[in-house]
């Protein structure tokens, strides 16, 4: 059975930066690729971000381009979230997710694997 378990959430402010940490057990982490969504109340869960499983290739939203970076670590079993200049409007619950295959990555639905979330809260 394949966990997912996401950590590093808290609260901060405009401008800070925060790391979030998804530990994979459960399966060969290097056979997942990975990816990372986020979900405010009332709002739909968004694509945040995504790496392939061999590490070689990122993709993110608009919003975050420039500002959050996603890495692995296939040795760890763990992928991180690094995200800097956080804004008031990146306040949400934060989701690792894993799925097999490297293509539909910032499709919610093509995951099979999600871990419980992590609250991140940006205060202005």
């Known amino acids: 059975q394949v966990q997912l378990v996401e950590s590093g959430g808290g609260l901060v402010q405009a401008g800070d930066s925060l790391r979030l940490s998804c530990a994979v057990s459960?399966?060969?982490?290097?056979?997942?690729?990975m990816g990372w969504f986020r979900q405010a109340p009332g709002k739909e869960r968004e694509f945040v971000g995504s790496i392939r499983r061999s590490g070689d290739s990122t993709y993110y939203a608009n919003s975050v381009k420039g500002r959050f970076t996603i890495s692995r670590d296939n040795a760890k079993n763990t992928v991180d979230l690094q995200m800097n200049s956080l804004k008031p409007e990146d306040t949400a619950e934060y989701y690792c997710a894993a799925k097999t295959g490297i293509f539909s990555l910032e499709d919610p639905l093509r995951y099979g694997y999600w871990g419980q979330g992590t609250q991140v809260t940006v205060s202005s």
């Open positions: 459960g399966r060969t982490f290097s056979d997942l690729s």
